[in-house]
């Protein structure tokens, strides 16, 4: 499975290098919360993610990104790669409030003997956001990655993006 996320991360790469001359493309990082629900026993890690993007009409784009959630409690961990298609309204001097959608494969490894799993669920987010200028914005998110084997991973962030 680490051969799989190490593949699709060059393949993530490979797309950016690709579009690095187009207009309405950027390139982000987040930091923030991740919640594991596991039938109802909630716990709370640091989780991290990376993510390319790019705007393809003035209101409507596309994401590809990579998170980890940090581990679990009991150990294990759970990692998420995602194509998100990406909603924005723009208000106001700067702000927009926006929402992803998409496949997305979770990565669920356990602690021990106990093996991992793989499952493609939906992603679905919301967020705010505020563009300093014309290369830099700031966005605040709440994520969640779907249910899979009882437990629902979820991530509230705040992020910073790179626009080119």
């Known amino acids: 499975m680490k051969k799989l996320f190490i593949a699709a991360l060059m393949g993530c790469a490979s797309v950016a290098a690709a579009a690095a001359d ?6 982000g990082v987040s930091v923030g919360s991740s919640e594991y629900n596991i039938d109802g026993d909630k716990q709370h890690h640091t989780g991290v993610g990376l993510a390319f993007g790019q705007s393809i009409a003035e209101n409507v784009g596309y994401e ?3 998170a980890h959630l940090g581990k679990a409690d009991a150990g294990g961990t759970v990692q998420a790669l995602y194509l998100a298609g990406v909603g924005k309204y723009a208000f106001g001097q700067g702000f ?3 929402g992803k959608i998409g496949p997305t494969i979770n990565y669920y490894s356990a602690h ?7 499952y493609v669920r939906l992603l679905l987010s919301a967020g705010v956001g505020y563009q300093f200028d014309k290369n830099w914005s700031a966005s605040l998110d709440y994520t969640n990655f779907g249910k899979s084997a009882g437990v629902t991973p979820s991530l509230w962030s705040v992020g910073v993006q790179y626009h080119y």
């Not at 187009?22 to 390139?27: I, P």
């Open 96 to 98: 927009d409030v926006h």
């Open 22 to 27: 187009t207009e309405n493309t950027y390139v």
């Open 112 to 118: 021990g003997d106990t093996g991992s799993d793989t």
């Open 64 to 66: 590809i990104g990579y």
